[in-house]
């Protein structure tokens, strides 16, 4: 009985939760290149909100909006001040002294269940079944204002946007002096959907959103999947209604950055659903990134369609897909031509002057990993050091090649108000 118990206790302390790794909601891609690139946008913005708050003796509070199972409390928790040195401890932006509650609300009570039992452990947190379609609730204006509004991984999207404006106003006037908001939409140009990128951007955009990619590709055709409304949106139809919000509340709010996040591996493409070209490349990433699993690097490999008619998109992919391909094919050749008695790579191909600079950079990386490390014969430096490198070093290109336009998966505003 005691034993059972202790694993009870265990296992709420959440620190017995599976990692999905290679499928599901929480696979590598979404916890070590989606949730990371969120998390170092923010970075600059939530340490100089902690700074302001320690001056005066404040602690942060938190609301997450369409929270569902609470996944925004380990996002923002893990949010550091810095890329650490060696020899360092990384520093959380937000550290457990200095919240004071992160208050997660959403529509749906099966996910509330889910983050209660997830963060029971956790005093700090707390979660609300509430409907954001008219702004916020009433419950969510009777509590304390919070420092940072949040949202994540499109949940905006599920919003016509007087709706996500209303919501954005009622933020304006429920904050304090000084807030950030962060939301969260579908990019509207992302390539896994360029079906559908004809709609006329001076309407509403809502695609019909299949959850097909949790299914094994064996099964889809099989089972009934269940779609739902999201908006697609552009940076620019972003700013409108921010405009909006900012007229009804009277509060002024600043655009601090915009961010494509996943525009190499959105979820859907491995479906094809909305682009019958794309490679399938969420389970190549997924791999690079789990131990003891050798990747075939051909696979990541994108030869990019183009849509006739959508010049400036068409430009800026086949620019980022073959930036990604230059560096995987490096990769493929240094690995191929790697000496491990000598430990050095023979007559590595050369860097281009002309390659746009993070991949320069990213590339000089390569070699000097695989030189570096290659000739350790023991636990796999192949597929446990050298593969999640390249995976982290397709993601910085992703971070640094893009324009925060609305041509990834996600597109994230980060905004603050100020009163
Ligand atoms: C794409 S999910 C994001 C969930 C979570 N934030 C994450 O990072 O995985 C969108 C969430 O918004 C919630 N949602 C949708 N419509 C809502 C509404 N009208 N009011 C409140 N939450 C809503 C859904 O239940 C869902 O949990």
């Known amino acids: 009985m005691a034993e059972k118990t202790a694993y009870t206790q265990a296992f709420r302390t959440g620190k017995y939760e599976k990692a999905s790794g290679l499928l599901g909601k929480y696979d590598n891609v979404r916890r ?3 949730d990371q690139v969120t998390s170092y946008c923010l970075r600059p913005v939530l340490q100089q909100l902690v700074d302001h708050k320690r001056q005066r003796l404040e602690r942060v509070r938190i609301i997450d909006l369409g929270c569902g199972s609470g996944d925004g409390y380990d996002l923002l928790m893990g ?6 040195g060696i020899f360092e401890w990384i520093t959380a932006a937000i550290t457990p002294d200095i919240l004071q509650e992160y208050v997660g609300l959403d529509i749906n009570p099966d996910l509330i269940k889910q983050a209660e039992e997830y963060h029971a452990y956790n005093p700090k947190t707390r979660f609300l079944i509430g409907d954001l379609s008219n702004g916020l609730t009433p419950e969510v204006k009777a509590e304390k204002p919070f420092d940072i509004y949040f949202s994540s991984f499109g949940t905006f999207s599920h919003f016509h946007d007087h709706q996500s404006a209303k919501i954005i106003a009622d933020i304006c006037r429920h904050a ?3 807030a950030i908001f962060v939301g969260d939409w579908l990019g509207r140009y992302s390539y896994e959907w360029q079906d559908l990128w004809h709609h006329p951007v001076d309407q509403e955009y809502f695609m019909d959103y299949r959850i097909s990619y949790i299914y094994p590709e064996e099964q889809r055709s099989q089972v009934e999947v269940a779609s739902f409304p999201l908006r697609l949106i552009t940076k620019d139809e972003l700013m409108h209604i921010i405009a909006q919000a900012a007229e009804q509340s009277g509060v002024a709010i600043k655009p601090l950055s915009f961010v494509d996040r996943s525009i190499f591996i959105g979820r859907h493409m491995d479906t094809g659903d909305y682009n019958a070209n794309c490679p399938k490349l969420r389970g190549p990433v997924n791999s690079l990134f789990e131990s003891y699993l050798r990747t075939e690097l051909e696979s990541l490999l994108v030869d990019y369609v183009p849509r006739p008619g959508f010049d400036y998109l068409n430009n800026f992919f086949e620019m980022f897909f073959m930036s990604c391909n230059a ?14 008695n000598r430990r050095k790579v023979d007559d590595p191909p050369p860097i281009m002057p002309f390659y746009p600079e993070p991949l320069k950079e990213v590339m000089a990386t390569m070699l000097s990993i695989i030189e570096g490390i290659g000739w350790v014969p023991w636990g796999d430096v192949r597929a446990n050091l050298i593969e999640p490198m390249l995976g982290y070093s397709l993601r910085k290109l992703e971070m640094e090649l ?8 996600g597109l994230i505003g980060i905004f603050e108000i100020r009163k």
Request: no cysteine; proline share 9%.
């Open 176 to 178: 304090p002096a000084e």
């Open 327 to 340: 560096l995987v094919k490096y990769t493929i050749a240094l690995l191929s031509n790697y000496d491990s």
């Open 32 to 34: 070590f290149w989606e």
């Open 402 to 409: 893009q324009p925060g336009t609305g041509v990834g998966h």
């Open 79 to 84: 949010v550091t001040t810095k890329d650490p």
